[in-house]
Antibody, heavy 122, light 103 residues
């Protein structure tokens, strides 16, 4: 079964850091690009970052550029999001998701993690 | 940056009725458009990719059409489980969503 299982998240003070993780199973991890997508409470979907299959192509939304870092460890079938200098407006449910097709990036996303809540508040 | 605009924001229909949801791109995206369904408390689910291809396991009652700047998601006969929020997506952009609610 194709599956993405997320961990990390929680309550953090403004300016602090947090790391999200996403472990994949059921498919060949290093064939696919991955993304983080977030959803603020009661709001729509916002793409946050992407990383291609070999980490050769990485991109960020302007809202997180310079503060967030996406990475992957193909040996551990794992995706990460390091979030620094967190702000109240980063409060959201964060999803990891994968591109549907091998060796493509930012086309369509066929498998999603369960989501992990990040709350930035003092 | 391409902006996706969905309409209507909310659509109120009854089970058995036909639903038509629209997504308009600010410039041509060819057929590179996907549709997702999101139910409360759940992650989004890919329904349609490349404008008109149903994803694995998606019922035939769901269909997508369009190319260029104008796209449509049609649900031919609404089931109770179809009432949800629907998003269109092109590359890193998502539309703001259409909430399909029971009338």
């Amino acid at each position: 079964e194709v599956q993405l299982v997320q961990s990390g998240g929680g309550l953090v003070q403004p300016g602090r850091s947090l790391r999200l993780s996403c472990v994949a199973s059921g498919f060949t991890f290093d064939d696919y690009a991955f993304h983080w997508v977030r959803q603020a409470p009661g709001k729509g979907l916002e793409w946050v970052a992407h990383i291609n299959w070999n980490s050769g192509s990485i991109g960020y939304a302007d809202s997180v550029k310079g503060r967030f870092t996406i990475s992957r460890d193909n040996a551990k079938n794992s995706l990460y999001l390091q979030m620094n200098s967190l702000r109240a407006e980063d409060t959201a449910l964060y999803y990891c998701t994968k591109d549907q097709r091998r060796r493509t990036t930012l086309v369509d996303f066929d498998c999603w993690g369960q989501g992990t809540l990040v709350t930035v508040s003092s | 940056e391409i902006v996706l605009t969905q309409s209507p924001a909310t659509l109120s229909l009854s089970p058995g009725e036909r639903a038509t949801l629209s997504c308009r791109a600010s410039q041509s995206v060819s057929t590179y458009l996907a549709w997702y369904q999101q139910k409360p408390g759940q992650a989004p689910r890919l329904l349609i990719y490349d404008g008109s291809n149903r994803a694995t396991g998606v019922p035939a009652s769901f269909s997508g059409s369009g190319s260029g700047t104008d796209f449509t998601l049609t649900i031919s006969s609404l089931e109770p489980e179809d009432f949800a929020v629907y998003y269109c997506q092109h590359r890193s952009g998502f539309g703001q969503g259409t909430r399909l609610e029971i009338k």
